[in-house]
């Protein structure tokens, strides 16, 4: 499956952005679905999980209550809705497919990664 996410840009603190995921080669309704981010100079950590169904999902703590995974299997399609953004979330944000379940934070258990979309917050 070929990931290609979208929808980064400069927003300033407390604004909002939503990023696209788009697949293709195969449907995404047999993945688990992850957004990841790496920061300047720091590794890369997850963000949000959204298991095949859509059912259940999963966030860091740090974003947790401001983002919003989810996902349409038809269209094939994954989002990131974030609110509230912090300059401390500027970042290349990555959409990957695979994951574990039971270990959705774990990069490592995703087989499928795009290339990156950059958010800078910033005023």
């Known amino acids: 499956v070929q990931l290609q996410a979208s929808g980064g840009g400069l927003v300033q603190p407390g604004g909002s952005l939503r990023l696209s995921c788009a697949a293709s080669g195969r449907t995404i309704s047999y993945y688990n679905m992850g957004w990841f981010r790496q920061a300047p100079g720091k590794e890369r950590e997850f963000v949000a999980a959204i298991i095949r169904s859509g059912g259940s999902t999963l966030y860091a703590d740090s974003v947790k209550g401001r983002f919003t995974i989810s996902r349409d299997n038809a269209s094939n399609m994954v989002f990131l809705q974030m609110n509230s953004l912090k300059p401390e979330d500027t970042a290349v944000y990555y959409c990957?497919?695979?994951?574990?379940?039971?270990?959705?934070?774990?990069?490592?258990?995703?087989?499928?990664w795009g290339q990156g979309t950059l958010v800078t917050v910033s005023s």
């Open positions: 990957a497919a695979g994951g574990r379940t039971g270990l959705l934070g774990s990069s490592r258990y995703y087989g499928y």
